[in-house]
């Protein structure tokens, strides 16, 4: 092909969903995706590994921007603050509810998909709570935020794929910390 | 064999953990197991359905008690005091630091093991979860509650096994919640 494909990725993307929930994760090749979009099998490999990155591949970037963000919060700020603020940065690559609730449907009807994704979170809490330790907060402390802040995560994002009106998923993210701190205060 | 052996299952799981750890857990057979302890395979199935079970199988045994303790707690209980109730109660059955963290040592070995351990904590939150919606909790409160409920446990629990001195799970499960309610406090 050659020529300048600036939304091949996006293609590439939007045919694996739709092949997937169509005729399942296994049934699906890499040489199926690429027909769907209507490129080569040589043009997916240049964007992806295989068919399972075009799920995982954004949780990479994901988790560095987590920990860039954490790493540039202010001194002075608490750690489950540092750790609600990165998770919020790393939130706003997530642009599209509709992408990650079809996503999400994938992975859900998989077993080893959602393995893969469970492993995704844990490493998301192991890497909160070693740039919280480089901040120079101690343990417990340091794991307590990092597990808390994935926590608050999980319930946030499946709750920002479940609404229908269209909030960001920043805003649900505030909300969630918001209601932690409600469901940890002192009982009245 | 026929005998009575009431402690035949505690020496098949010592001889198992000895096992995964001195030659690697892929290379030890059940077979390998019942002879350390003295037994014959036929025990070891009578107790296990496979060597994962030996590192596994407590695992229902704690979430049939976390999901009945929940359901027992006092209606007026908060969900983020239900769940560190159910939490200490079903703690209650770990009573072995040293077996539980040389178990430990086993599965972060060995990926799968991992996984496997990842999925039995992800059902824990599930099962909470829906012990608190049967309460009578809404989401998101319940989805919260639940998952940093078993956020506090990962840390109480990594750091019950780190300990030299002796204090049970149910004290630093206490000592965890309460560090969870400091740092979600607001800053002073």
Redesign the interface.
Known sequence: MGRWQPEASARLQKAAIELFREQGYDQTTVADIAARAGLTARTFFRYFTDKREVLFGGSTLFQDHLVAALAAAPADT????AVALALRAAGELLTDPQWSAQRQAVIDAHPEL??RE??KM?SLAAALGAGLRQRGVD???A???A??G???F???F??WLSETRHRTLSEVLDE?FG???A?????R
Chains 1, 2 share one sequence.
């Open positions: 608490t750690p489950l603050d959602r393995e469970l492993i844990a343990d417990p402390q794991g307590l935020a597990e808390a994935v926590a608050v999980r319930v946030a499946e709750r969630s209601q932690l701190r469901l940890t205060a002192p009982a």
